[in-house]
């Protein structure tokens, strides 16, 4: 599994705390079979982070992972707020792209329901040459919001939802029939901390997806279509 979407570099935004928070961290993602965690600093005006250093401190906390024989790959990232793309130079997106590829970009969407706004902004993502995945969905429900999904979706954009928001869904809930309809892609732990809140855990996600979606698709979700977003290949059609 790969997980697109983590605050594991330590002290940099409101994700791990320290180094020892960030290796615990990582020991969440192996226990739980993660093999690759994007690490997704906010890119946003409220945090102090620089996407020219992030390459380089993914390095660092790679070094420390491997001394200790942590079998779990850090890939550079950010989560980059809606609200910044326009400030953000192409150089500066290609580094706070997913894998620092320069392919994809993980969107955080601004405050309040999903509508125009964000559509807008994909398609300027797209006019600059870069693919959006469209980060925690569940957060900015309202008015058609199915609709406004699935409207994204036409326009090339993966939504990802958060792994322990879907693991926790009933099948009666509204999230549930949107994975029937296909605009659940990606699920992304979107961990901040080893000592409370969601832990870097994919796994119960994507059993409880497994319910709903067909084991090829369950194959692209986990693993297909986030390798190709971060080795820059072509994302197929979700099967």
Known sequence: MIDLHCHILPGLDDGAVDLADSIEMARQAERDGIAV?????????DHNVNVEEIAGRVHSLQ??????RIDVRIAPAGEVAE???DRLTD????LASLGGAGGWV?????AGPIGQRTEASVE????????TVLAHPERHAGAGFGERLAALAGRGCLIQW?????AEAAPSDLVTELAREGLVHLLGSDAHSSHGGRPVRLAAAFARLATVRTPDQIAWSMDLAPRAIL?????ITPP
Do not use: K, M, N, Y
């Open 37 to 45: 965690v994007c690490a997704t600093p906010h890119v946003r005006r």
């Open 63 to 68: 070094q420390e992972l491997d001394e200790r």
């Open 83 to 85: 609200t910044e793309i």
């Open 91 to 94: 150089s500066e997106l290609h």
């Open 106 to 110: 993980l969107l955080e969407p601004a």
């Open 124 to 131: 300027r993502l797209a006019e600059r040459g870069l693919g």
């Open 162 to 166: 958060t792994a322990e928001f879907f």
């Open 231 to 235: 080795d820059r290949t072509p994302v």
